[in-house]
């Protein structure tokens, strides 16, 4: 029990949350702005990611150079996406979109000499070269530590994603005020009679399609800074229905509702870690991890069937269908 | 060389077919894209390992009580979760978030109670027929006729029974069905229990040809089907028969090397979505669906 009361566990915990946070958000532009059923948010998460990655080990960029081009790139990724699927049914539209997250797993898998395939970053460099993309990111970190005063590192990264996930949310909170944002929640709300007042609808999707990718690229960015290390695996469709659990569990089309939601989820991930008394303990540790992916799949029945608005959602604004 | 990939991908499209027509018939009736249909093959196929590998029965003996549960299975299902969600009138959206909740609990309750090592059943994988040019294993052999005769069965079973006209009326228009007299909770029922057979078969099949399974296989197999579903017109039977059949044939024949080198293997599943990518700009509701859903 010891880890339950230490700090850096919990700092932890919270600078997940900060992440999902971000990703989540990009999908509440997506669907709760813009009604856009994206099931392959995952997908723009690994672009970002790898992006700069690749360009920080093979390409030598400095890591201020390599994240903006990252994020365009999932932005792009968004745009690629749209353009031939946006005008297919929501159901088509849904399928494809898991589909278009699966081959940028597969490609991140197999394509070795752009990723380093299943080994992951470790294998971006060549033979015997440390193929550390996160040194820039890393100084930084603690220059800012250095400022704030604060000793961990955990803290520090704490610190700063949170931050910017809520400059992230209070632009988001602006833009879905403007009229671009009411112009969304129209086409969201009855597509036909937006496009009868001459909205280019098919444009309007396509922005909010490429904004939430552009953010799951930040999610990215900050996932691959704060692990270190990642892998292709990293990127299974689980981590898009998580995010689909967030917005769930804060409530569709409000902005400040999804850090509700990811800190919900995360202390739920987190919290399902102890569930270390009976009747938990009859089965093997490493096993209780499926006890909490089944117990996560339980509450997503649970929430669509009895709170299809979500927890803090208003039913009014914005319900399930 | 090209006439054994065309066998290869009439193997897996078989299995495909099956397991398309599965969601379909639920789709069509229910508006539920079953997400969780992949984990229902995977259950199926744990169900025939327990009875073929532990019990000792024979792989027929197997499959059939693999059907059995599966379809047991999607019947409890919908008394428990689905029809109270039908009675709270939930929709499209709702449904599909849910059965991938559902997903979740199946996949990793399958995991809890069999493990995550390989299984296999006990067949013997070194027996090849050889047919011409053409070389297939047994399990290809069994998956191959077995998925033809299902696949009449099935086509004959919507063309001209009863209860298959009432399944396609009601994918049609399902309001205008119930307006009509149909019996929509015997349909609905219906609907699941052939769904869960064929995804009982449909997983034995895969898991069969596959040779070696886990509890994950049935996910790794639930996106190339529902491209299948979709590429043939989601709701439509014959449109997900001839859905999985043509990916599986697209996905083993683009590997052929006299297709500028072919396809590196690993991107099979590539394939398959890059076969619905382009279907879907030239066709946006797939070759059998509705321009709208109803």
Redesign the interface.
Known sequence: MSVLFSGGFWAFVCVVAGIYTILALGLQVQFGFAGLLNFGQVGFMAIGAYTMAILVVKEGWSTWLAAPLAIAAAAAGGLLLGLPTLRLRADYFAIVTIAFSEIIRYVATNDTSLTGGSQGTIALGAVGTASEYNSGWSSFQTHVGHALGISTGDTTMLVIVWVVAIILLTLSWFALRTPWGRVLRAIRDDEDAAASLGKNVFAYKLQALALGAALAGIAGLFYAWEFSFFSPDDFQPLLTFFAWMILLLGGLGRVWSVPVGALVFGFIFAGTRFLNFPPFTWVASDERAYIRLIIIGLIIIVLVVLRPQGLLGKRREMVLE | MFLQLVANGLVTGSVYAIAAVGVSLVYGLL?L?NFAYGDFMAFGAFVAFAVNGPLHQSMIVAALAGMAATAALSLVLDVV?WK??RV?R?????L???S??????LR??L??AAGSAPRSYTVNPYRVFVLGSVRLSDAQVIAIATAAVTIVLVGLFLALTTWGRVLRAMADDRALAAVAGIDVAGATRMAWLISGLLAGLAGVLAAMVEYSFDPNFGFQLL?PV??A??LGG?GSAYGALLGGLALGLAQEVSTWSGFAGGV?P??K??VA?GV??VA??IR???FFGQA??G
């Open positions: 508006r894209v979760l109270p969600m709270r939930a929709g499209f959206m709702s599909f978030l849910a991938i909740g559902l997903a979740l609990v990793q309750s995991l809890l996106l529902f491209a579903v979709v989601i590196n690993v991107y599943p590539v979505f619905l990518a879907l700009l946006p509701q797939g709208r859903a």
